[in-house]
């Protein structure tokens, strides 16, 4: 059992791992408002209302210098050796959230600056290429994973409760020979069900304590990893595997014994 529920605990970091990647890479593209205005009041006003919008993170003004800067470390070459003049723009670059990286809201948000202050910028330039390829691999990678979850879902639900059911068919005549000598229902399945419960315990705790220590050697091969740690997520894994380890075995131990009080004493042959 505790196999099993290790191999459905890697493979749910790993979906929400490639979530997180994702994420990081959408919150990593620059966009940029550029300035038709050079008046500073209205640019801080512009760079406040920008900050101030649930979008929004790491805004910031960029000055001609800064501009020239960054457009420097982005090409890997100085273009001051050609022309004597910075052609640059003054700009407001943000970085928006992941959640509004996409065509529709970039578009309204696009549509809410220009509409607000079309006569102190000029425009809103973003990779948009770049955002759609993102957008259509996270849609597909994601429509994969879920395929695959879901067949390790019921390959990992049958295979713990073909396990238990083997181990309750162990102990068929034990369960009926306490029914005949008149124990109830309850006072059979209650002992079952409580020492159910403790082995899916014992099972999600040596899978998640397993799972715990490959995520710590793989954030060690990969420090991305641990920068893209999210002690939430991880919680969620941890969580998941409990319920269930614990739901399942439950389940199982539980529908066997009922299965076993109902049979006849012939059949148990």
Known sequence: VAIVLLIMGIMG????NMAQAGNVLKEDIRFSAYLRTQNKDTITAIQQFIAAQP???????????????????ENNEDWSKIIDYNPLPE?????????????????????LLMGLYQNQLTEIQYPQ??????????????LIFLVIASVLCVIVILSI?????????????????????????GFITRPMNIKAIINGLISSAIA????????????????????MNNP??????????????VGISLYSTHRSVIK?????????Y
């Open 55 to 73: 979008f929004a993170k790491n805004v910031e003004y960029v000055n001609k210098e800064k501009a020239k800067e960054i457009w420097n470390k």
């Open 13 to 16: 970091w790993i979906f929400l």
């Open 161 to 185: 409760d073909n396990t238990i059911r083997l181990a309750m068919f162990s102990n068929r005549f034990l369960i009926k020979t306490m029914q005949m000598v008149g124990a109830t229902r």
């Open 91 to 111: 700009s407001i670059d943000f970085y928006a959230k992941a959640e509004y990286v996409n065509k529709d809201s970039l578009a309204k948000v696009s549509g």
């Open 208 to 227: 998640i304590a397993i799972l715990f220590g490959i995520m710590k050697w793989a954030e060690v091969q990969f420090p991305m990893l641990k920068v």
């Open 260 to 268: 076993y009080l109902k049979m006849k004493l012939d059949d148990l």
């Open 129 to 142: 290429s770049l955002v759609n390829s993102l957008n259509e691999k996270a849609s597909t990678i994601g």
């Open 232 to 245: 939430n997520l991880m919680f969620v894994i941890f969580a998941a595997l409990i319920i269930m380890g």
